[in-house]
């Protein structure tokens, strides 16, 4: 043999090898179009999409985020509409034995056709839905899918009842419950094709699911299993390979297959594995496995698995101030930092991969290592899971239920469970679940917000039984059968705010903060065992406010103002608290900063405070993280994906060292807080200084350990003794890294100083380097300029004589025009 005889030979047996799989999936997203059902005015429709997208895009309707313009538009959700596209089929693929449609999201109500022939009904946007169109299928195909209108359903649902179903007539239809208006969220009931078509045609066996089950764990060896599930036509024999492609093993099963629909496990091992980890923690490690089904040398079907080892457990126990609420990550108790998470666009085809990164980016960015997904959005798209495993974000998954009593009847139960199943199986194989809970506040509002009131006995229990039915026998039968793994909660808050047990047992929700009125101290005095939600509205920013009200100049009183602001009483109550904390300005663009000062200090004192109650509290999750469109709400990042000065200041709190100053009669407690997983030590200062930077007290302790199990008072100190002037001082605290500057008054009362801030820029690979310094202590620093880009920090306290550098990401070589606002000038107009 040649000295090229060997290559070529194993070149032509790799290349022998390497044919595609038998089984074919074939996209049917291409050539769609739509018209209003009987118009035969048909026009291309995108697919994944939207009626109202694609009308959007054709400029045939305004766009509803601007203006008023949502008001204008609620025609299309009343109107019936029609898909249609055609499509060819090769003989080989033809000749296959069968051919399964695929539908993996339509909204909502549907009736699909091929050929002319009645495939299937849908009433259920968060299902798969599939049909065997073995006996149908031709060379030459028509597809056609009719959208009814979901009002006149819901209006024949309703009519069914001898009573009102609180919130309805949302509850009837199984789409997400977001889009019929909330107050952060327009009123936009999408039509249409949101997820992906396509046509699987295979011979004998297909491979329906794969899950890769973690069984055990111990630091040198996880023991898995791979559990196949497989739909066969005749008997057959097969081999299932699994592969973890990351360490080279592989495990075989040679499968003697029945017809019907089967489950097959493959016993899977690592020695010496790699765990997955919040960011924060540690690395978010996955292995590459490949699953293959094969028959003699034909690989049949094949898919690959990204799989996290690792332990999560929800630990409620009784203790003696209650009952403990607790996330153990591999055996090891977490502080859970984060935010709900709302659909980044009302209309939800819309994000992009480049989206979803952005914003887990800004999530990971902030130090967060978790988001409740909120149960009146969606079940998110595969890729946010996949970005949240590889960024080690632990998700809190609600199911989409929030905020009403659902229906119980037979009909409606079992389509809830089959949605159950989609689900859960489709995201069971994601590390960052954590958590799977069925509602959100249903269980809060039935026994608190007078859902009761004018229903007979008879009325009220059969309500009750169909959510006990629902949410205490249905969804945590399907975790525990399909993801036993993780824990199921029925209803997030465990018990509302007029429940004694509201702080001393399972998860609470705060709403006494901005609902009641009650002042940002009672965060402070009143911390649960895991605050799930609490939160505060600001303004969004100027860039969003000039779009929305198509506007340059910043007008509050705008009339788009009006149907941006969904809250009744939310621009009251902006101002009733500015009144209470800080100065109100006249001037619209300084009322807009003060108003994302406000809520950032408010917020941030709610997590300082669970943080510094660590353990008898774990979890802070503020509401919310995101916007669905622009609007003044109570996220941290505005609808055009700007980071308000909560996210900024955020990012300080959900660090995972914090110093956290209290000061109670006159004693100043310096708390120190760890979530690492080993503790920290080092020296510990603490000086008090006035606004021109002159010490007023110092003290160092040249050595301080942290705790990895609770908060820890490090420092006390009886203020009164130094006669200091609590208006015109702060603290500034450091440990290692850390630093906290701390003011003893409201900023309202802060006696600030009016000085310049000196600027200087300089080019960086990434955009430009501002230096900032001042004579004197400037408060909340805000850099705005006009050119497109992304700060490092924004908002922030600057020291006197302190140089602080900022970065400004930016793709423009244009230097830019820099403008500064702070709090000081603001006090001194």
Sequence with gaps: MTKWGLPLLLLFLNLACSHEPVNERISLNANWQFSPLGNSHWQEAKVPGSVQMDLLRKKQIPHPFLLNNEDSIQWVSETHWEYKTRFRINDSTLQKQKHILQF?????????????????????AFRRWEHDISDLLLAENALRIVFESPDSIERSE?????????????????????QYGWDWGPTLKTMGIWRDISLLSYENVRLKDAFVKTESVSDTLALLTALVELETVNKDEITVVVRNNTTGDSFEEHITLSPGIK???????????????????????????????????DVLQKLHKKVGVRTIQLITEKDPLGESFYFKLNDRPVF????????????????????????????????????????????????????????????????????????????????????????VKRLRQHPSIGLWCGNNENSEGWHRWGWKDAKTEVQQQEIWNGYYALFNHILPKVVDSLHPSVSYWESSPKFGRGDKRYASEGDAHDWWVWHDGYPFEHFEENVPRFMSEFGFQSFPSLEAIRYFTQQDSINLIHPSFANHQKHARGFQLIDSYMKQYYPVPEDAKEYVYVSQLLQAYGITKGIYAHRAAKPYTMGSLYWQLNDC??????????????????????????????????????????????????????????????????????KSVPSVATSVESSQVVFEIFLKEFSIDYSSSYADVRFGDTRRIFFFVKPKDLQLISSEVSTEIESTKDGFEIRLTSESLQKNVFLQTDEAGRWSDNYFDLPPGEERVVQFNTTTKKTPKIRILTLNQIMSN
């Design 104 to 124: 993996d999201g339509l909204d909502t109500y549907a009736s699909v056709y091929l050929n002319d022939s009645l495939l299937l009904k849908t009433n259920n």
């Design 158 to 178: 309703a009519l069914k009842l001898n009573y009102e179903l609180p919130e309805a007539p949302r509850v009837f239809t199984r789409k997400p419950q977001f």
């Design 263 to 297: 489950e097959y496990s493959v016993p899977v091992s690592i020695e010496d594995p790699e765990l997955w980890w919040t960011h924060d923690l540690g690395e978010p490690f996955l292995y590459d496995f490949s699953i293959t089904i094969k028959k003699n040398n």
């Design 336 to 423: 859970m930092k984060g935010a709900n998470y709302i659909p980044p666009n009302i209309f939800l085809s819309e994000t992009t991969e480049k989206d979803y990164q952005i914003l887990l980016n800004d999530v990971t960015n902030a130090n967060m290592n978790m988001l409740r997904i909120w149960g009146g959005g969606i079940y998110e798209n595969d890729t946010f899971y996949d970005l949240c495993d590889e960024k080690g974000i632990l998700l809190w998954q609600d199911f989409m239920y929030a905020c009403a009593m659902y229906p119980g009847d037979p009909d409606f139960l079992e389509n809830a469970k089959q949605e159950a199943i989609d689900n």
């Design 629 to 698: 469109w622009p609007v003044v709400s109570w996220s941290g990042i505005d609808g055009l994906g700007n980071w308000k000065a909560l996210h900024y200041r955020a990012k300080d709190a959900f660090k995972n060292i914090i110093i956290v100053p209290r000061l109670k009669n006159d004693t100043l407690q310096i708390h120190l807080v760890d979530d690492n997983l080993k503790p920290a030590s080092g020296r510990l200062n603490i000086a008090i200084k006035d606004f021109k930077g002159e010490i007023l007290f110092e």
